[in-house]
């Protein structure tokens, strides 16, 4: 049975799977984001906010990064708050 968190977590990612200008990212990818838009930015934080380790973090920010064409935190960030615009 899904908790109340994961409900929101599903939500959020239908939400913002369809949102995001045409690029498909993990549900994983979808929480972080969500947590750097909330201004989580700190690795640190965000592995305690989504129960995951340090390297796993990095890795779906790299993927993020990677997906986006862009080399810093700052330009994903300013990505998801264009597509809000949207």
Do not use: G, P, Q, W
């Not at 959020?12 to 909330?38: P, Q």
């Not at 390297?55 to 080399?71: M, P, Q, W």
């Amino acid at each position: 049975m899904d908790t109340k968190k994961d409900l929101i977590l599903k939500e959020l990612f239908k939400k913002h799977l369809k949102s995001i200008n045409k690029v498909s990212f993990t549900r994983r990818e979808v929480e972080i984001m969500s947590c750097m838009a909330h201004a989580i930015l700190n690795t640190y934080l965000i592995c305690r906010a989504l129960n995951l380790k340090n390297r796993n973090i990095e890795e779906h920010i790299a993927n993020i990064r990677r997906k986006l064409n862009v080399s810093s935190r700052s330009e994903v960030i300013l990505f998801i708050k264009k597509s809000k615009e949207s």
